[in-house]
């Protein structure tokens, strides 16, 4: 009598089962890092339309969106809080969120133009992460 067989052995069953739990120690961390790196964008663009909105009310009650020069910035401290280097440019502007990110304003062309820049104070991930002007223009280098 001959015996057939059908089907996969216990062996390779096994492998695939180890090959997936190796993809998915790979996979998981990196996909969780990228969310909260998202959450992190996400406060700085929030935190940055607040500051676009307290410019624009400046300029409709002044005519400018504040005196030109800067940089004008709100750096985060060691406690989570923050320090601005002028409290008279949108001294009601309060950063939002644990995003660790320093907020650089320049307002230019006699008060008319404004950028804003976002940098990010991580460890390893240094640099400009957004950049914004008052035509709306957003820039993610």
């Given at each position: 009598?001959?015996?057939t067989?059908?089907?996969?052995?216990?062996?390779?069953?096994?492998?695939?089962?180890?090959?997936?739990?190796?993809?998915?120690?790979?996979?998981?961390?990196?996909?969780?890092?990228?969310?909260r790196?998202?959450?992190?964008?996400?406060?700085?663009?929030?935190?940055?339309?607040?500051?676009?909105?307290?410019?624009?009310?400046s300029?409709?009650?002044t005519?400018?969106?504040?005196?030109?020069?800067?940089?004008?910035t709100?750096?985060?401290?060691?406690?989570?809080?923050?320090?601005?280097?002028?409290?008279?440019?949108?001294?009601?502007?309060?950063?939002?969120?644990?995003?660790?990110?320093?907020?650089?304003?320049?307002?230019?062309?006699?008060g008319?133009?404004?950028?804003?820049?976002?940098?990010?104070?991580?460890?390893?991930?240094?640099?400009?992460?957004?950049v914004?002007?008052?035509?709306?223009?957003?820039?993610?280098?």
């Open positions: 009598m001959k015996r067989t059908k089907g996969f052995s216990f062996i390779e069953v096994l492998l695939v089962v180890v090959i997936i739990g190796i993809l998915s120690a790979i996979a998981i961390p990196a996909l969780l890092g990228q969310k790196n998202a959450d992190l964008v996400g406060d700085a663009q929030q935190n940055t339309k607040a500051l676009q909105l307290m410019l624009e009310t300029k409709a009650d005519g400018i969106y504040g005196p030109a020069g800067g940089p004008y709100w750096t985060p401290q060691a406690d989570g809080s923050y320090v601005a280097s002028n409290t008279a440019i949108a001294p009601m502007f309060g950063v939002k969120g644990g995003s660790n990110m320093t907020y650089s304003l320049t307002i230019a062309n006699g008319l133009t404004y950028t804003l820049e976002v940098d990010d104070n991580r460890p390893g991930h240094a640099g400009k992460i957004y914004a002007d008052q035509t709306g223009k957003q820039v993610y280098p």
